[in-house]
């Protein structure tokens, strides 16, 4: 890892290769980290009620976030998810997909997908929590 090398993924010699996450990832530098953010605007006003809207305004909202501390998308080494319903997520994996790679490109850091039965916003259909490493220069 050299100091323009935001990070490096770690796959276990003789793992299946990860396929749109990491296993794990080695990070230095300052780090950034977001509060649960949800799929609402800057007015906090939701203007998608479907899970595919949502999760992109998430992303949208995980990458303002990151860009007040000089952080890009690239820069994220870990997303934890908390989704209502299970199988609106299922059913969606290609539009889910589809947005991720709009908003964060191909860059996949370590992730963890939650099924809860609620979330503190009752439209809220996701929260992702994110953190990021900013590499020193």
Not at 55 to 78: D, S, T
Not at 91 to 107: D, P, S, T
């Amino acid at each position: 890892m050299t100091a323009m090398t935001p990070h490096s993924f770690l796959d276990p010699e003789g793992w299946v290769p990860a396929k749109g996450y990491a296993n794990g990832m080695l990070a230095e530098g300052r780090m950034v980290f977001t509060g649960g953010l949800v799929g609402w605007n800057a007015q906090q006003q939701f203007e998608h009620t479907d899970l595919v809207g949502q999760f992109e305004q998430v992303l949208k909202n995980i990458v303002a976030v990151l860009a007040k501390a000089g952080a890009r998308p690239e820069h994220l080494v870990r997303l934890t998810w908390y989704i209502t319903d299970k199988s609106e997520y299922l059913g969606n994996l290609k539009e889910i997909g589809a947005a991720y790679r709009r908003v964060l490109g191909r860059h996949f850091p370590a992730m963890a997908v939650v099924q809860v039965v609620s979330l503190m916003e009752d439209a809220a259909k996701i929260e992702i929590e994110a953190t990021a490493v900013i590499p020193h220069e």
